[in-house]
């Protein structure tokens, strides 16, 4: 499938919003939450202090998928150090996973990372969750950094990954 990656703007943040809380929603990672459901629907925060991208279908502009890319020191920036970038909150809407938009998406701020200068890109992943967005990291040479994982919350286990965009 061909999709399009670009900013977000307000016209789509109804439908980030949307999409995110459905695939959070889907992979259970909501369950018993406290905000973080009212946190992915807040676009317009995320907007604010990150640049929100959307992968899109080229012919119908419809919304497929999103993630939030940061930079350290960033109001969503939960792990990256002087070089690094991150992106947050990578959602693909239900109806359309397994045609390529999470790839596109993580290539888009790759992408993104590179042009800016960083030297790596950093994310968090919810241990016992998305492990089909794990399955995509690895493949795209992402690796675990055991000595950054963290727990926001009792129950909440994040995991680090690093891809080094020097070599």
């Known amino acids: 499938m061909s999709v399009l990656v670009r900013s977000a703007g307000p ?94 998406l993580v290539d888009a701020c790759v992408a993104r990372a590179t042009g800016s200068g960083c030297s790596a890109v950093v994310i968090c992943v919810r241990d016992g969750h998305a492990a089909s967005a794990q399955r995509l990291y690895r493949r795209r040479g992402f690796v675990r950094l055991p000595e950054k994982d963290w727990s926001p919350l009792a129950g909440v286990d994040l995991l680090a990954l690093r891809l080094d965009l020097t070599g």
């Open 11 to 104: 016209a789509d943040f109804a439908a980030v919003a949307r999409l995110t809380v459905a695939a959070y929603e889907a992979d259970g990672q909501l369950k018993g939450e406290t905000g973080y459901g009212a946190v992915l629907a807040d676009v317009a925060t995320r907007a604010a202090h990150g640049d929100v991208l959307v992968a899109v279908d080229p012919v119908t502009d419809a919304v497929l998928g999103s993630v939030t890319f940061v930079l350290p020191g960033s109001r969503y920036a939960e792990l990256s150090g002087p070089g690094e970038a991150e992106f947050r909150m990578l959602a693909v809407d239900p109806a359309a996973q397994g045609r390529g938009v999470g790839a596109a």
